[in-house]
C-alpha cells in the first residue's frame, strides 16, 4: 500500500544552523507530496506541496523537491530560527480523475532550535 | 475569512460512552476529512464526506461514524468509547471544485482533544 517514511526525532540545532528532514515514499501511481507543521497544542498548517516530478515547493524559507528516481520530497531550510520549532509531517495524497484521494502522513519529525 | 473550527476543545469521556465531535468548514470549502491523532503519531485517515455521503473510509471500525450537513459542516461519531481511543481528532477541509492550483490541499482545524477514562 501507500506509505510515507520519515526521519526519526527529536531533532535539535542551534539557530541558523542548516536544517534537513527526509521524507520517502512508496505509492502506486503519482501521488502529490506535503509537508505540515504542527505546532504545540495546535492543529496542522501546509507548508508547502509538490503535485508532480521536479516540482519546488518553498514557504517560509522552507524547500522541498519532488524526486520521483528516488520516491523523496526532503524538507530544508538553510537558516533556522528558534520560532521553526514544531514538529513536521510529509504526507502524500493520491488523486483519482480529479477526485482529492486522503493524506496518508509519516509519523513526524519533532524539531528544536535552541537560541 | 473563518477557517476551520472544531468544537469541543476538550473532552473527558468514560469507557462505554458515546460521543459527537463537530466541524465547520472553512468558508468556500464543500469537502470534509476526519483524523485521528494518537500521542507521538502522524494523522490516521478515518473518512471523508462530500455532497452529504462518505465517500471514502480508512481502516477504522462501525463505531466511528459520520455525517455531512447541507452547509458543508460535518460530525463525527463514536460509540462504545474504548481507551484507545484517546487522541487528538482532527478535521480537515477542501474544495473539489476549486481550480487546479487549490484542488489538492486540506486546511486542518485546531482539532478536539478526547481522553476516555
Known amino acids: 500500500g501507500n506509505s510515507v517514511t520519515q526521519m526519526e526525532g527529536p531533532v535539535t540545532l542551534s539557530e541558523e544552523a542548516f536544517l534537513t528532514i527526509n521524507c520517502t515514499y512508496t505509492?502506486?501511481?503519482?501521488?502529490?507530496l506535503f509537508w505540515y507543521v504542527q505546532y504545540p497544542g495546535e492543529g496542522l498548517q501546509l507548508l508547502l506541496k509538490?503535485?508532480?516530478?521536479?516540482d519546488k515547493g518553498s514557504n517560509k524559507g522552507f524547500e522541498a523537491t519532488y524526486r520521483k528516481e528516488t520516491t523523496s520530497f526532503h524538507l530544508e531550510k538553510g537558516s533556522v530560527q528558534v520560532s521553526d520549532s514544531a514538529v513536521y509531517f510529509c504526507?502524500?495524497?493520491?488523486?483519482?480523475?480529479?477526485?482529492?484521494?486522503?493524506?496518508?502522513f509519516g509519523k513526524g519529525t519533532k524539531l528544536s532550535v535552541k537560541p | 475569512d473563518a477557517g476551520v473550527t472544531q468544537s469541543p476543545t476538550h473532552l473527558i469521556k468514560t469507557r462505554g460512552q458515546q460521543v459527537t465531535l463537530r466541524c465547520s468548514p472553512k468558508?468556500?470549502?464543500?469537502?470534509v476529512s476526519w483524523y485521528q491523532q494518537a500521542l507521538g503519531q502522524g494523522p490516521q485517515f478515518i473518512f471523508q464526506?462530500?455532497?452529504?455521503?462518505?465517500?471514502q473510509r480508512g481502516n477504522f471500525p462501525d463505531r466511528f461514524s459520520g455525517h455531512q450537513f447541507p452547509n458543508y459542516s460535518s460530525e463525527l461519531n463514536v460509540n462504545a468509547l474504548l481507551l484507545g481511543d484517546s487522541a487528538l481528532y482532527l478535521c480537515?477541509?477542501?474544495?473539489?471544485?476549486?481550480?487546479?492550483?487549490?484542488?489538492?490541499?486540506?486546511?486542518f482545524g485546531p482539532g478536539t482533544r478526547l481522553t476516555v477514562t
Open positions: 505509492a502506486t501511481g503519482y501521488p502529490s
Open positions: 468558508s468556500g470549502h464543500d469537502t
Open positions: 509538490a503535485t508532480k516530478a521536479d
Open positions: 504526507a502524500l495524497s493520491m488523486n483519482y480523475g480529479g477526485s482529492q484521494g486522503n493524506l496518508i
Open positions: 480537515a477541509s477542501s474544495a473539489k471544485t476549486t481550480g487546479l492550483a487549490g484542488r489538492y490541499e486540506q486546511y
Open positions: 464526506y462530500y455532497e452529504e455521503e462518505e465517500r
